[in-house]
């Protein structure tokens, strides 16, 4: 191919990449989300399992209290077993690494047990398919749920999965073009997946999309402000998006290992690198985006005032009640003492801003990661990156004669990470 020619298949590929008449997403979006099945998927989570010890020969019946201490992984061998339980028709991934050297793990064994304790239980070994080196995968039969018990021959780390909902990949693409789409042309929000999160995601869109009809109602004829106000809704639903989207590639450049907090010691928490931290701390950490940053909280004691939050420029952008729904009463029987974890995902505005984390009440473990997003080709081309709507409403608002512009150009300091204008008050009415 010539170069001429070369240059000319380019520019009709960038050509039709670029928005054209009316809107700048013409439909290219809402299409794939109005099929429910397309919406969502389903992916490996963790359960948790109950680690037991082994006493004795096989078959083991014995049951684990109800007060047992549960663990997302467990270690296995001859003395010592972990149990899952399971409903009926359920599908498990088992997972196992060695706990010495490396190489392949131990084979593990699985016995199902049925029956009552008291009356007669039964544990018979079944056999499981392995898929994958290391990886197994057991289903449970019809008929009401049960338990399993697994153990190895050598001391093996083993940690379950089951299936769970979750968005593809692609849908989150599909989502901000229809979001986009949706602030351009007006009219009922587009379908999202059918998950709970994408419900309250709706709900601060619909807000959104009130305060922005009040601005353009102060003032329909300034088309600049008008403008700034769909830039505005624009950014900030990206960003939005953008924090609900699982880490990994290629969505993010994540940092090669937790942000590391001063004062905090670095603790191993079920093979997850935590930094444990008294409480009444708090660290003031650089972090540049446009990216999310995830944070990862548990409480080690039962301050029923314990709390988590981030600020950055004197706002506070979240807050999270660390203690456990139900704390220990002083005169009760042991319980497991600590909160659950909590995980927060932070919005981070394009360049490089301080944001505070700050603890309240007791000891806490922590674990703070970093992810810059990296924008696909298309997205950058059509300018649907939340630091290019921000320009484009910054332009737009400098162009506005508006009394509203202020208020505007706050809200969209907000989105940017930036500290907020001071807006003038209207003055007290003189009396006459």
């Given at each position: 191919m010539s170069t001429p020619l070369r240059i000319a298949s380019w520019l009709l590929a960038a050509v039709a990449l670029f928005p054209h008449g009316a809107s700048a997403r013409p439909g290219r979006a809402a299409a794939p989300l109005a099929d429910p099945a397309v919406r969502a998927g389903v992916e490996w989570r963790p359960v948790e399992v109950v680690p037991v010890a082994l006493a004795g020969a096989a078959p083991w019946i014995a049951s684990p209290t109800p007060e047992a201490a549960t663990a997302t992984s467990a270690v296995v061998g001859p003395e010592a077993g972990a149990i899952i339980r399971l409903?009926?028709?359920?599908?498990?991934?088992?997972?196992?690494?060695?706990?010495?050297?490396?190489?392949?793990?131990?084979?593990?064994?699985?016995?199902?047990?049925?029956?009552?304790?008291?009356?007669?239980r039964a544990a018979v070994l079944e056999p499981a398919l392995e898929v994958a080196p290391g990886t197994w995968l057991l289903e449970h039969p019809p008929g009401g749920p049960g338990e399993w018990l697994v153990s190895a021959g050598e001391p093996t780390r083993i940690t379950a999965l089951a299936p769970a909902p979750r968005t593809g990949e692609l849908i989150w693409?599909?989502?901000?073009?229809?979001?986009?789409?949706?602030?351009?042309?007006?009219?009922?929000?587009?379908?999202?997946?059918?998950?709970?999160s994408f419900?309250?995601?709706?709900?601060?869109?619909?807000?959104?999309?009130?305060?922005?009809?009040?601005?353009?109602?102060?003032?329909?004829?300034?088309?600049?402000?008008?403008?700034?106000?769909?830039?505005?809704?624009?950014?900030?639903?990206?960003?939005?998006?953008?924090?609900?989207?699982?880490?990994?590639?290629?969505?993010?450049a994540l940092e090669t290992a937790p942000r590391p907090l001063p004062g905090a010691a670095a603790v191993d928490l079920e093979g997850r690198p935590f930094?444990?931290?008294?409480?009444?701390?708090?660290?003031?950490?650089?972090?540049t985006g446009p990216g999310v940053a995830w944070i990862s909280a548990r409480l080690l004691g039962q301050d029923p005032k314990a709390s988590i939050?981030?600020?950055?420029?004197?706002?506070?952008l979240v807050r999270e009640r660390l203690a456990p729904e139900t704390p220990c009463a002083p005169e009760a029987t042991p319980c497991r003492v600590g909160g659950p974890e909590r995980d927060l995902a932070i919005p981070l505005a394009p360049g490089e801003h301080t944001y505070r984390l700050q603890v309240e009440g007791d000891a806490a473990l922590l674990q703070v990661?970093?992810?810059?997003?990296?924008?696909?080709?298309?997205?950058?081309?059509?300018r649907e990156g939340?630091?290019?709507?921000?320009?484009?409403?910054?332009?737009?608002?400098?162009?506005?004669?508006?009394?509203?512009a202020a208020l505007v150009g706050a809200l969209?300091?907000?989105?940017?990470?930036?500290?907020?204008?001071?807006?003038?008050?209207?003055?007290?009415?003189?009396?006459?």
């Open positions: 409903g009926s028709l359920a599908v498990l991934q088992v997972r196992a690494e060695p706990v010495r050297g490396a190489g392949r793990p131990a084979p593990l064994k699985f016995w199902r047990r049925s029956g009552a304790e008291a009356a007669g693409e599909h989502v901000i073009g229809a979001v986009l789409e949706w602030i351009d042309r007006g009219g009922p929000p587009p379908p999202l997946p059918d998950l709970p419900a309250d995601l709706r709900r601060e869109l619909l807000a959104d999309a009130a305060v922005a009809a009040a601005l353009r109602a102060s003032d329909p004829k300034d088309m600049s402000l008008q403008a700034a106000v769909t830039a505005w809704r624009g950014a900030a639903a990206v960003q939005r998006i953008t924090a609900m989207r699982p880490p990994g590639r290629p969505a993010f930094q444990r931290s008294a409480g009444g701390r708090s660290w003031d950490l650089r972090m939050s981030v600020h950055a420029e004197g706002r506070r990661r970093v992810g810059q997003s990296l924008e696909r080709v298309a997205t950058a081309l059509r939340a630091d290019d709507l921000l320009r484009a409403g910054h332009r737009a608002l400098a162009r506005s004669r508006s009394p509203r969209l300091a907000q989105v940017a990470g930036r500290p907020l204008p001071s807006l003038k008050r209207p003055g007290s009415p003189r009396w006459r």
